[in-house]
């Protein structure tokens, strides 16, 4: 290649900033205070200019509803463009988005009429009939709230309506900002606060970060909504640099320094002393050392950590080890430490968890699930609980004899939920995470025998959304669980019912649907129609037609029925291969074990 040749082809290959594609989008930032608009201008004096006086004519009854003018604010933008408007609560996000819609024009109905109409019959859909009264009113003109109190399908429908524009407004909470990419013309901030907590910079940046995303708009605008008395705060907050990015490593050791010495240990990535205080000095904790930590070193820090580890019986010396420099003595994980690292236990709950599952071998109930869907209740999901006493009480005395046992052996009686409903004094100490902990079992217990997010959020007066991630919760820590179980043999009795349990957990349907649930795009509402229409099982469901299923089944797509019998097909495969591979281990045993072999092939 000649010199010409080879510096044409170093210049074709030089990389290319996409600036150059992408154009910017200029992000505007505004402040309301009153009837006033300023613009931020870090040239300004005070950080903001004068920009605009809204002059909208407001009723008396707009004023006392929407003293902020937001009603004025959002249709200057919607519906040609979308909005979103994050405020302070999930309370508040509902009801802004139904004072919005109350002074809303008749025009906005007609916007894309049939996609809203369509998206509120899949939310029925989805909900298996339900449909919350708030988005029912909202939708049709175009606005929805967006909150964890949603569940994940209801979300997701959301998400995807706002992206393609049959949705133009969106009432939030700030968690929005963090984890979808859903970009605004106009992002207003109803406060400056989450919850009851003042804005912080990277929160507030994160937030109007959402307009004017760069390829999808040509610009973006945020307003941010104050009181007189918070200006100065205000201030502070828009001209102040982001708030510096620290580890967190030191701030919890049970889930930070601890949790990642025994993975390391575990792993066999470093064994002895001086190996794990190496690899710490690489970490962004070990470069910040010097900020973090005022009064004492990293090799202190790493020392207390291994000691309070071995202290807790999940790593100890290693036997083996003869070294007799502090520097380069190994350790290695114990029987109960492989279990924690196995099952990806807190270690915060790794010595609760052994007790109480020793403790339910004393005594576990079997006759029905209560005992051990509580022993799979998540436990840093307890402290948040706050039970109603009322509907506490009455779930306790609806439960059956064999119910109340499991009630009787973790001290949790009747008499003792009557006092506290009642607000008399307790006599008798009654551990509270223990209350607490059987409470969220009734509502999983519940979840599990009705399958209905619904009727269990009304029956617990908890938001479905809350109640859907305390399943997701229940269903990752059962298989955690049954991980840790698996590491201890004392625990033997237990595998085998988390197995099925996790089962349970993690589809919360009827027996009978969760093998066709276990197939790629297939969930709740469609299992129900595959089982009516005779596809009952894995095989049934292999052996299907696409064409077939399309005339049998409504609402389903050519596309959706070929993925569905090609995973049911691939999956079917699966276990006939693992099937195959059992037989294949038990053919290979009668050289050793003939008695054994003989035996478990009957059985197979």
């Known amino acids: 290649m000649s010199k010409t040749s080879k510096s044409s082809f170093k210049r074709s290959i ?30 300004a004096e005070n950080g903001m200019t004068f920009s605009r006086l809204l002059d909208y004519k407001y009723s008396d009854a707009l004023k006392k509803m929407d003293p902020d003018h937001l009603v004025a604010l959002v249709t200057e933008v919607i519906p040609n463009y979308s909005c979103l408007v994050f405020c302070p609560s999930k309370k508040n996000c509902e009801n802004v988005a139904e004072m919005i ?3 809303l024009s008749k025009e906005y109905l007609k916007q894309r009429e049939k996609e809203k109409q369509e998206l509120i019959k899949n939310l029925k859909h989805i909900g ?13 003109f175009g606005v929805a709230y967006h909150h964890s109190g949603l569940t994940s399908d209801e979300r ?70 104050l009181q007189e008395k918070d200006r100065q705060q205000v201030s502070a907050l828009i001209s102040r640099p982001l708030e510096n990015c620290y580890s967190q490593l030191i701030q919890e050791f049970t889930k930070g320094i601890h949790t990642l ?38 090799w ?80 840093d999901l307890v ?57 969220l079992s009734f509502v999983l217990y519940t979840l599990l025998k009705e399958t209905n997010v619904w009727s269990v959020s009304e029956k617990f007066n908890m938001p479905r959304g809350y109640i859907q991630n305390l399943l997701t919760g229940a269903a990752s820590f059962s298989s955690c669980v049954l991980h840790f179980c698996e590491e201890l043999e004392e625990f033997w009795v237990y595998r085998a019912l988390l197995v099925e349990l996790t089962k349970k957990l993690t589809y919360c349907v009827k027996a009978e649907l969760i093998p066709l649930m276990e197939v790629t795009g297939v969930l709740e509402g469609r299992a129900k129609q595959l089982y009516s229409a005779g596809y009952k099982s894995l095989t049934h469901l292999a052996n299907a037609s696409p064409e077939v299923l399309i005339r049998t089944i409504d609402h389903l ?43 478990s092939l009957e059985k197979a």
């Not at 298996?128 to 049709?140: E, I, S």
């Not at 008399?424 to 509270?432: F, L, Y």
């Not at 291969?577 to 294949?584: M, N, T, Y």
Request: contains cysteine; glycine residues 6%.
């Open 14 to 43: 030089t990389p290319v900033s996409l600036d150059q594609y992408v154009p910017k989008v200029e992000l505007k930032e505004y402040l309301k205070i009153n009837d006033t608009i300023y613009e931020v201008d870090s040239k």
């Open 101 to 103: 819609c109350k002074f």
């Open 383 to 439: 402290s948040q609980c706050v039970p109603d006493w009322m509907i506490y009480f009455r779930q306790l005395s609806q439960l059956s004899p064999a119910e109340q046992n499991v009630a009787t052996l973790l001290g949790v009686s009747e008499s003792f939920i009557g006092r506290k409903v009642s607000g008399q004094a307790i006599r008798k100490k009654v551990d509270k995470d223990i209350v607490n902990r059987l409470y």
């Open 261 to 298: 010495f025994l993975s390391l240990i575990g792993l066999k990535i470093a064994t002895n002393l001086g190996d794990i205080f190496h690899f710490m000095n690489g970490t962004f904790f070990g470069v910040q050392q010097k900020i973090l930590l005022k009064e004492k070193s990293l």
């Open 156 to 225: 997701k429908l959301l998400e995807e309506a706002y992206s393609t524009g049959v949705l133009c407004l969106f009432t939030c909470t700030s968690t929005l900002a963090a984890g979808v990419n859903l970009p605004a013309r106009r992002v207003i901030l109803r406060a400056p606060y989450v919850a009851k907590e003042f804005l912080k910079r990277n929160q507030y940046k994160q937030m109007i970060g959402r307009a004017g995303r760069a390829g999808i708009d040509t610009v973006g605008e945020s307003i941010l909504i």
């Open 300 to 379: 202190e820090v790493t020392v207390e950590s291994l000691r309070y580890l071995t202290e807790k019986g999940l790593l100890q010396k290693d036997i083996n080890d003869k070294s007799e420099e502090e520097f380069q003595c190994a350790f290695r994980i114990t029987k109960l430490g492989r279990a924690s690292f196995k099952g990806t236990i807190d270690l915060a709950y790794c010595d609760t968890l052994y007790k109480d599952l020793k403790k339910g071998l004393e005594g576990l109930v079997l006759e029905n699930l209560l005992h051990l869907v509580y022993l799979t209740t998540p436990y």
């Open 557 to 599: 797509s050519r596309r959706q029925a070929k993925q569905i019998v090609s995973s049911a097909k691939m999956l079917l495969q699966e276990k006939a291969e693992a099937l195959q591979e059992e037989v294949d281990e038990l053919l290979r045993l009668p050289s050793d074990f003939p008695g054994v072999a003989a035996s």
């Open 128 to 140: 298996n009939g339900h449909l919350c009264p708030v988005l029912k009113r909202t939708v049709p």
